[in-house]
């Protein structure tokens, strides 16, 4: 298995580079899909930051989740900053249906 890679904010890829995660900060001008694209074809499991997943498109970053192979997770940012729950989670954690998380 390839080294995971991490594409998101500077505070959470200074953690996960503490974990051997191979780890990119993008600016705010640059591409987010040609981006995403590179590093999916060159790691086995990609984590990203909230943030970075929103400036996706949805189609692009629901296929790849779905995919399955490489493997692609979005992660909460270290200051908690950015939220990416759907809004049906969102809304059930709100009126206390189920156990949604």
Same mark, same amino acid.
């Given at each position: 298995?390839?080294?995971?890679? +991490? ?16 780890? +990119?900060?993008?600016?705010?001008? &640059?591409?987010? &899909?040609?981006?995403?694209? #590179? #590093? ?14 929103? #400036? ?11 995919? =399955? ?17 759907? &809004?049906?989670?969102?809304? #059930?954690? &709100?009126? =206390? ?5």
């Amino acid at each position: 298995m390839s080294v995971p890679h +991490y594409i998101g904010d500077a505070d959470t890829a200074a953690a996960l580079r503490l974990a051997g995660v191979q780890v +990119y900060v993008p600016g705010e001008d &640059e591409d987010a &899909e040609a981006l995403f694209q #590179r #590093r999916l074809a060159e790691t086995d499991f990609l984590l990203l930051g909230t943030a970075f997943a929103q #400036r996706l498109p949805p189609q692009t970053l629901k296929a790849a989740l779905q995919a =399955g192979q490489p493997l692609v997770a979005v992660i909460p940012d270290v200051l908690g900053a950015e939220d990416f729950i759907g &809004e049906s989670v969102r809304l #059930r954690r &709100e009126l =206390g249906w189920g156990s949604a998380t």
